[in-house]
């Protein structure tokens, strides 16, 4: 597999503008972390509001990550194990909050389910907090509220040319010690030094071992033409600014067009061969499936065949301590599920239409048996399996047919 790490923006990229991962975009990035691909959602939002994408895209299970605050923190979706972290210091939110009031902005930051502000009825803050299911909590004394040393900070107006002239007063005040820069219109936002998405990138990727050329990043702002640059790959959205796309080696399409998911088929899904997907990865991330509590492993793959093996034990016999048919069918429609979901094109999925066996004679628990599965036709809209299950002394025990409908992606 070329690419190891998925890099993903969120608002603008994953996400589209009703700020939902389309159903095409999902399946396909569910795919690709099948074929061992790692995901890593690079947002400016915190944590907390990542946690329910990284939930629906399953990140935990397939060992993926999230980088939130523009690069001030990554965190493993498995644990939520803090792989890298760069905070503000207290002593400098009497500074920035001075010039907030000063100005007449607004200020706020994070802290757990709660988006901290001195103006929490301001339009801009009420919807920070919204989208991502936080609560908005006002206080006053912003500065001596604020008892931790937060990723990051972000003054509010809709006074953009004032918000450009602090910006660049800070960049020449705060340089060595704070990061400043404007994520949206009416944000200005005060990070720590050095922070960004590319930087942070950077220091996970030392981490895993990555190597550049080994990572796709898909953004669409401004925030993204670091990582874009940094990754072997980077894709710009089509809804991004002019100056974003001369940034990228890619330019794919916007995310109400499903862009993520047409580079990803494009770059990744389309370039997969049979000996390259790992099996070792699929049987591991399985663990909590059906297929792996019945214990059910992938052992080989190619063109032109799959096998997997599954023991006969409690979990799949029936009362007498034979092998139990409805397991064998299962056993049958994980073989045929894997070599169909490879064989078919990028902007495919397969969905499983019919299967059924001839049960010829018995497996007995203690025993391991091998389901063997070819290819006997491979349609337009559909794939037709033969999987012969055995047991591992060359009995057949059963021969199973499995059919499986092939769809074109919306």
Same mark, same amino acid.
């Given at each position: ?17 009703? !700020? ?20 890593? #959602? ?35 979706? !498995?644990?939520?194990?803090? #792989? ?20 007449? /902005? ?26 991502? +299911? ?41 340089? +060595?010690?704070?990061?400043? /820069? ?155 599920? #894997? ?68 769809? !074109?992606?919306?």
């Amino acid at each position: 597999m070329k690419y190891k790490l998925l890099v993903l923006d969120v608002d603008g990229t994953l996400l589209n503008d009703a !700020k939902e991962i389309s159903k095409r975009t999902l399946a396909t990035l569910r795919k690709v972390q099948q074929m061992g691909v790692r995901i890593m #959602l690079a947002s400016g939002r915190p944590t907390y509001g990542l946690l329910p994408l990284a939930k629906q895209l399953e990140l935990g299970t397939y060992e993926g990550y999230i980088l939130s605050y523009n690069g001030g923190q990554i965190i493993s979706a !498995k644990n939520g194990e803090v #792989l890298f972290e760069k905070r503000i210091s207290p002593e400098m939110l009497p500074y920035l909050e001075k010039k907030a009031r000063k100005s007449g /902005f607004a200020i706020l930051t994070y802290d757990e389910n709660r988006v901290v502000s001195n103006d929490a009825d301001n339009e801009h803050v009420r919807y920070e907090a919204a989208i991502n +299911g936080m609560v908005p909590d006002r206080q006053e004394d912003f500065s001596i509220a604020i008892d931790f040393a937060p990723c990051k900070v972000m003054l509010v107006s809709d006074d953009e040319e004032a918000l450009v002239a602090l910006e660049d007063h800070w960049r020449r005040r705060l340089a +060595g010690v704070m990061d400043v /820069f404007r994520s949206e219109p009416h944000f200005l936002e005060v990070v720590g030094c050095s922070v960004d998405k590319a930087n942070s990138l950077a220091a996970l990727m030392s981490q895993l071992n990555i190597q550049t050329e080994e990572v796709m990043a898909i953004g669409d702002g401004v925030c993204d033409v670091s990582m874009l640059q940094l990754a072997g790959l980077g894709v710009a959205m089509g809804n991004a600014p002019d100056s974003v796309k001369r940034c990228a080696d890619y330019v794919t399409l916007s995310n109400e067009e499903d862009g993520v998911a047409v580079a990803v088929e494009k770059a990744i899904l389309a370039e997969v061969r049979m000996t390259e997907i790992p099996l070792d990865a699929l049987n591991a991330h399985s663990k909590s499936t059906l297929m792996g509590n019945l214990g059910i492993q992938y052992t080989f793959a190619s063109e032109e065949r799959i096998e997997a093996t599954m023991p006969v034990d409690h979990r799949n016999r029936q009362p007498f301590g034979i092998l139990h048919g409805g397991a064998t069918l299962a056993l049958a429609e994980t073989v045929a599920g #894997l070599g169909s979901m490879v064989a078919c094109q990028p902007d495919e999925f397969v969905v499983g239409m019919q299967v059924s066996g001839n049960h010829i004679s018995s497996a007995h628990e203690g025993d391991t048996v091998r389901a063997v599965g070819t290819i006997v036709h491979k349609g337009r809209s559909s794939h037709v399996w033969n999987v012969d299950v055995f047991t591992s002394t060359g009995k057949l025990v059963s021969s199973v047919r499995v059919v499986n409908s092939v769809m !074109k992606r919306r």
